[in-house]
Each structure stands twice: as C-alpha cells, then as structure tokens.
C-alpha cells in the first residue's frame, strides 16, 4: 500500500546557501487519525475509511525519513533508481525529530520535523510565491484494528511504513493535517482512492 499525506510547512524560515540553495525546515507528517476516501468499483461510491498513524508506528518509521527526495508535486509513482532523476529537485537531511503538539485541550499528538534542502530554481520560484505545503509518498500495510485515539473512532492501522519521497504541493487536505493516499492496491487523487483495475 503507498500513501501520500499533505502538510503545511507553515511558517518556514527561508535559508538560502551562497550557491542559492535553499534549506527549509517543516512539520511533514503528524500522528493520529487521518480520513480517506475510497471510490468502490463495484457500487460506484465512496466510502470513508479512518486510518490510525500510532506514535510508536510514526516513530518505527523515522529512519526511512532520511535523505529521500524532495519533488515538485506528486509523481504519478513511487520513485525509484530508474524514474527519480526525471522528478527530484531536492533532498531532506539525516535528522527527522518527533515534536508533540496540543490539539485540544485534553489531547496531544505528534508532528514529525524535518529539514530539507531545494536545489531547483523553479520550485525555490514556487516556495516564495508561497507555494509552502509538503505531502509524503509512503509504503505501508493497513492491520485490522478498529477502536478510537485521542477521541476519535478508526477503523484500521498504519504499519510498516516507509517513505519515499517528499513533495511540495500547493493545497494541504485538512489544513496541517494528511490528506492524498496511494497504495499498492489503489491510486489515491485528492483524498479518492480508485481501484487500480480501472
């Protein structure tokens, strides 16, 4: 199953190297519920389906967070050696951190940060005309386990997962929280998952 989830850099301190880099640091992925909507073949609709990103899972997950690529939008693919060259314009660093964040009063949860360096003139153009949300491409298995976290109902579990690439995107679904998924069974475009037999 791959993933895709959208978050707003927010307010991001633009760093420029001497050669015209640019560093930028972000919140790229958080803990909790995330919605997604799946279009079914057969009945036509849609159908919501609440997926939980645990902590301890975000937090297993850290270390494939290290050097990926950074694009501009989305690739209709997960990378590889044989198509990132064609997509990559950046890179992120060695060091994700976790960071807890208050989201009511009575509930945290967790945002992952992390800082990435842009070497594409096009998309530093894109950052200052405030092109400033990032969504990650993940691998990873969905566990049975329905339940509720921090208050909310889910109905499965992210595991196993693993980045593969980072891109900036222009529209954070939810705000700050997670949007777009794709996964191995399904291709997700904004928030619709659609069958890939289509």
């Given at each position: 199953?791959?993933?895709?989830?959208?978050?707003?850099?927010?307010?991001?301190?633009?760093d420029f190297q001497e050669s015209g880099l640019l560093?930028?640091?972000?919140?790229?992925?958080?803990?909790?519920?995330?919605?997604?909507?799946?279009?079914?073949?057969?009945?036509?609709?849609?159908?919501?389906?609440?997926?939980?990103?645990?902590?301890?899972?975000?937090?297993?997950?850290?270390?494939?967070?290290?050097?990926?690529?950074?694009?501009?939008?989305?690739?209709?693919?997960?990378?590889?050696?044989?198509?990132?060259?064609?997509?990559?314009?950046?890179?992120?660093?060695?060091?994700?951190?976790?960071?807890?964040?208050?989201?009511?009063?009575?509930?945290?949860?967790?945002?992952?940060?992390?800082?990435?360096?842009?070497?594409?003139?096009?998309?530093?153009?894109?950052?200052?005309?405030?092109?400033?949300?990032?969504?990650?491409?993940?691998?990873?298995?969905?566990?049975?386990?329905?339940?509720?976290?921090?208050?909310?109902?889910?109905?499965?579990?992210?595991?196993?997962?693993?980045?593969?690439?980072?891109?900036?995107?222009?529209?954070?679904?939810?705000?700050?929280?997670?949007?777009?998924?794709?996964?191995?069974?399904?291709?997700?475009?904004?928030?619709?998952?659609?069958?890939?037999?289509?």
């Amino acid at each position: 199953m791959f993933n895709n989830d959208f978050v707003d850099v927010g307010k991001c301190n633009l760093d420029f190297q001497e050669s015209g880099l640019l560093n930028v640091v972000a919140n790229i992925t958080r803990t909790g519920v995330f919605v997604y909507t799946k279009y079914n073949v057969e009945t036509g609709e849609l159908e919501t389906i609440r997926q939980l990103r645990h902590p301890d899972d975000v937090k297993e997950s850290l270390s494939s967070l290290k050097g990926i690529p950074v694009t501009n939008d989305h690739p209709n693919e997960l990378l590889s050696l044989e198509t990132t060259k064609e997509y990559v314009v950046g890179m992120t660093s060695d060091s994700p951190k976790v960071i807890p964040v208050d989201v009511s009063y009575d509930s945290k949860e967790e945002y992952v940060e992390q800082a990435f360096t842009v070497f594409d003139a096009a998309t530093i153009d894109d950052i200052q005309k405030g092109k400033r949300e990032v969504s990650l491409g993940y691998s990873l298995d969905l566990m049975d386990e329905a339940g509720t976290w921090n208050g909310e109902p889910y109905d499965c579990r992210q595991k196993n997962i693993v980045y593969n690439h980072l891109s900036i995107v222009h529209r954070a679904r939810g705000g700050a929280g997670c949007a777009i998924q794709m996964d191995g069974k399904h291709i997700n475009v904004d928030g619709v998952m659609f069958d890939d037999v289509l």
